[in-house]
């Protein structure tokens, strides 16, 4: 997993298993089969002990295991539904899980409006899009009210989105095709100017979203595990065990891996090359990361550079130089020492 594609994948792994499951001889019991990713709704109208063989005949299709639940009380829950069946038909209900948190951004968080509404946008949403009875929306309004007031949220700001969904809501099934599509521009929220560049931008029918600065922690903090300098691209130098002579070289892959190209001389390199004919040695810890970047123009230029550096205070080298486009502009920084040696 993680992956862009393994979802996909995933999809279409199951997607595989599932005919093979409509091959099944049970399967015949199966009235209404709909999944979404990797979770089955099954309307089965079998025995409990058919249910039972159908379900053993699944897991023995693939390595994938299936768990099943059962409905109690004539309810089940499906994704963020609850599905209860009365006698003719079936009751929506909007379902949370057990470790769901009413926590959403505070209304006196300093984040731009279009950051604090989207949340209420899906609630709202998904409430005027569900078919509940009276009983369950106005149970659901009453929980997304809740879940504002705990957050600080004023009840004005909550039914002005309330009302402006369902205005939307409306709209988009008497117009289906009034939907415009425009462009989305991320800018970052700073409160005094947002609005008056908003309106700005909309006017030429580009959608603003707020994006949220960096935080000081972000700044500060690293979160990421040091990464050793083993494992790092850019400018390296190799320096022989045996003599004068360095080698300078470039990496977009971690120093490692090039190293042990140049110990095997495959591909051929000055450096490789020097060791099998002189029965020289090299080792990774007699070689420095000068640079590090993975960007490989950059990193071109400052292997040309750090050549010609090295040429210039005189360091043996066995590169291969070649004559390089950018070597002009090398003689006239001469003057200039690299911060780097400071
Ligand atoms: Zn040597």
Known sequence: MGSPISGLLADIYVDHIEEQITQLPEYTHVSLWRRYVDDILCFWTGTMQELTKFFEAINNISNLKFTIETEINNSLNYLDLTLTRNAHNIDYNIYRKPTTTDVIIPFNSSHAPQIKTPSFNFMFHRLLNTPLTLENFN???????????????????????????????????????????????????????????SK???????????????????????????????????????????????????????????????????????????????????????????????????????????????????????????????????????????????
């Open 139 to 197: 149970q659901e309004l009453a929980t997304i009210i809740q879940i504002g007031k705990n957050n600080n949220y004023p009840l004005n700001f909550m039914l002005n989105i309330f009302h402006k969904t369902k205005k939307r809501t409306t709209l988009n099934h008497i117009y289906p095709h009034l939907k415009t599509s425009s462009r989305y521009i991320a800018i970052p929220y700073y409160p005094h100017i947002h609005n008056d560049i």
């Open 200 to 342: 700005i931008l909309t006017t030429h029918n580009m959608n603003i979203t707020a994006r949220s600065h960096p935080t000081l922690s972000n700044l500060l903090i690293n979160t990421k595990p040091p990464q050793h300098v083993h494992n790092k691209a850019g400018i390296y130098e190799i320096n022989c065990n045996d003599c004068q002579l360095s080698y300078i070289g470039l990496t977009t892959r971690n120093l490692k891996t090039r190293f042990k190209e140049h110990q095997k001389n495959t591909p051929r390199s000055a450096i490789g090359s020097h060791t099998l004919e002189k029965k020289h040695t090299i080792s990774l810890d007699n070689t420095k990361l000068l640079h590090h970047s993975d960007q490989f123009n950059k990193l071109r230029i400052l292997e040309q550079y750090e050549i010609d550096y090295a040429k210039h205070n005189n360091k043996q080298l066995v590169n291969d130089i070649t004559d390089c486009p950018e070597q002009h502009l090398y003689k006239m920084l001469h003057p200039f020492k690299p911060h780097h040696r400071t």
